[in-house]
């Protein structure tokens, strides 16, 4: 079962926080529901072709290297490493409808009611 306690999230922070800074954006960290870590992104030097419209996008996690090129692509799929850490583990099984893994990933691109902001 996915399970992210706010400690988990304290243990992962320095590596995201260092992707963001390396890249630099801005964004909060955030734990959904228990089994959900998140990244909300709110500004930053990377213009991101692939959006919902106004600003917002929710980040297809695995589609990352389909839908984005170049510095964005890097940039998500770095983050992305960043989020699952060390510890992470995916034993999903599709086929017998079974999942277990350590946790799942989300990352926004803006949020429904405040769009990213291109910063350069």
Not at 82 to 93: L, N, R, S
Request: with cysteine; proline share 2%; glycine share 8%.
């Amino acid at each position: 079962m996915a399970y992210v306690s706010q400690e988990m999230k304290k243990e992962l922070a320095p590596a995201i926080k260092g992707v963001l800074k390396k890249y630099g954006m801005k964004g909060s960290i955030a734990v959904q529901n228990h089994s959900t870590l998140v990244v909300n992104l709110k500004s930053g030097a990377i213009k991101f072709e692939h959006t919902h419209g106004e600003g917002y996008t929710q980040v297809n996690t695995y589609w990352i290297e389909k839908h984005y090129k170049g510095k964005a692509q890097k940039f998500l799929s770095e983050l992305l490493a960043a989020m699952k850490g060390p510890k992470y583990f995916c034993e999903d099984d599709i086929q017998t409808d079974y999942f277990h893994r350590s946790h799942y990933t989300d990352i926004n691109i803006g949020q429904w009611n405040k769009p990213y902001e291109v910063t350069a």
